[in-house]
Structures are given as C-alpha cells and as structure tokens.
C-alpha cells in the first residue's frame, strides 16, 4: 500500500551509505533525492565520485567530477577509489584536465606574447634614441631606465 503522506528521511553521516543501497534496491526516488542533497552539502572528493556513479547521482557526481579534475594525474592515482571510477568517467575527467591545461598555456603564451611586444617597443625605442646625444655634454635626451622599466609597466613610454 502506498501513502500519500510526505516521506520524511533524515540523511546523516552514519546511515547515508545504509540508506543508498536499499533506495536503489527498492526503487525509492525520494530516499536518493534526500540523499543526494545531503551528500552535495559534503565537499568532493574520488570517494564521493564512485557513490555518485553507482547510484546515478548525476548533481553530485558533476561536483565530484569538478573537484578531481584540478588534482594532478599522480594524485588520482594514489587515490584508494580512483580504481572503482568508471572509464567514462575518468575519459570525462582527463579531457576536463587537458582542456583546463590548454587554457594555462594560452594563457602563458598571450601573456609571453604581450610582454615580448612590450620589450620589442622598448629595444626600438633604445635604438631610435642611440644617437641622440648632445654634442656639447654628451647628454641622453632619452631616460633609458624609464624606457626599460615601463616594457614591465602598462604605461606608455615616458621620455626625459
């Protein structure tokens, strides 16, 4: 006989893990869905990923997924669940990896690229400005400390 009464379910610590596999078993959706939302208050880790996993928790397993990706491969190695992630799983996590890679590296060479334009603008800046000394007291007209330390600054090139 079912009941049209609320079904009221309190997840902790100590019977979340009971409480799963019976949900699974006896095809309780609302039991998952209480326990799902308790264990989303949990911060992620691999363990909580092969929970998710085995019981079609897909809000959890997306923030298990979210939190394993920024570890290195070795650490998820040495992990004691990280042989129970499925292979899916794991493609989804390394692909996430590399992309998060690749956007680091972009990253590196826009800001290489930006600071080599900056030190090309200097260097042509110090050759235009090598022969303009005095004659008479063989004064810079060009500061080239200030022309070196602004390749290092967003400011425009400041002259003396």
Do not use: W
């Amino acid at each position: 006989m079912i009941s049209d009464r609320p079904l009221c379910v309190c997840c902790s610590d100590a019977n979340v893990h009971q409480l799963l596999p019976l949900a699974e078993e006896y095809q309780i959706v609302e039991v998952k869905k209480k326990c799902e939302e308790f264990l989303l208050t949990k911060p992620g880790s691999m363990e909580l990923l092969v929970t998710a996993q085995t019981y079609g928790l897909n809000q959890l397993l997306t923030k298990c997924i979210d939190h394993v990706r920024t570890r290195n491969f070795t650490e998820l190695q040495r992990d004691p669940h990280f042989k129970r992630v499925d292979q899916t799983n794991l493609i989804h996590i390394l692909q996430l990896r590399v992309m998060d890679l690749e956007a680091t590296v972009e990253q590196g060479r826009r800001s290489t690229n930006e600071r080599d334009a900056r030190l090309y603008g200097v260097i042509s800046e110090l050759a235009s400005g090598y022969g303009n000394f005095c004659t008479e007291c063989k004064s810079r007209k060009v500061c080239f400390m200030t022309l070196i330390l602004s390749a290092f600054q967003p400011s425009s090139y400041l002259l003396k």
